[in-house]
């Protein structure tokens, strides 16, 4: 089974901030899944990548395959961007639906 | 396009009641999963269902769960005899094809609380 760490579990911010959060798993993967969830809310799929960097709006999502390892970067947070960023990647076996979840990085943008 | 749509959203059931939780697909979706999230813990896998058949359920609790995914409508998550413990936010999520690295698309959840 792939061991996901994320950190940090809990992160401020004042709004305009750079913002990054990481992302540490166990075992080789074909692809990792950034989501994000608002508290209460539904769960939004932000990134899927296997490879190098993906940029949408201000997010941007890297991964270094051989070490294991990806981060999420909000460039100028607002106090929307408030919700809770969690890292998932897939069972060893490789199935890309059998997830493994972080336990999330609650980010908090202060106006 | 419609996303992933869950019912009930929110869903209050005495202790040994049955809940029945819906999940309809993304259109053109043929692969549908579902997902626990217990309070304070993260989210895990469930099971996972193509039209008609049950593709993996290794994250089924073994009695009282059940899921189905028939020819026509939607997906629905069955407990049966519910317990406190079932109180949990179900996510379903849909994909076009399975194991190709499309992304999975998540519902907004339904919320069972049991009192």
């Known amino acids: 089974k792939n061991e996901v760490e994320q950190s940090p579990q809990n992160l401020t911010a004042q709004e305009g901030e750079f913002i990054t959060i990481n992302c540490s798993y166990s075992?080789?993967?074909?692809?990792l899944h950034w989501l994000q969830q608002h508290p209460g809310g539904g769960i939004v799929s932000l990134f899927m990548?296997?490879?190098g960097k993906k940029k949408h709006g201000r997010l941007i999502a890297t991964i270094n395959i051989q070490e294991k390892h990806s981060s999420l970067h909000i460039t100028a947070s607002h106090p929307r961007d408030s919700a809770v960023y969690i890292c998932?990647?897939?069972?060893?076996?490789?199935?890309?639906?059998?997830?493994?979840f972080g336990k999330g990085t609650l980010l908090t943008v202060n106006p | 396009n419609a996303g992933v749509m869950q019912n009930p959203r929110h869903l209050v059931r005495r202790r040994g009641q049955e809940a029945r939780l819906r999940c309809s697909p993304m259109?053109?979706?043929?692969?549908v999963y579902w997902y626990r999230q217990l309070p304070e813990e993260g989210l895990k896998f469930m099971v996972y269902?193509?039209?008609?058949?049950?593709?993996?359920e290794s994250g089924m609790p073994k009695e009282r769960f059940s899921a189905e995914f028939p020819k026509e409508g939607p997906s629905i998550l069955r407990i049966q005899q519910v317990v406190r413990g079932d109180s949990a936010a179900y996510f379903c999520?849909?994909?076009?094809?399975?194991?190709?690295?499309?992304?999975?698309?998540f519902g907004e959840g339904s919320w069972l609380t049991v009192v």
């Open positions: 999520a849909s994909s076009p094809v399975q194991d190709t690295g499309n992304t999975i698309y």
């Open positions: 075992v080789g993967i074909s692809a």
């Open positions: 990548l296997s490879s």
């Open positions: 998932a990647v897939p069972n060893s076996g490789g199935s890309n639906y059998k997830l493994t």
């Open positions: 259109k053109g979706h043929s692969h």
């Open positions: 269902l193509q039209k008609e058949n049950i593709i993996d």
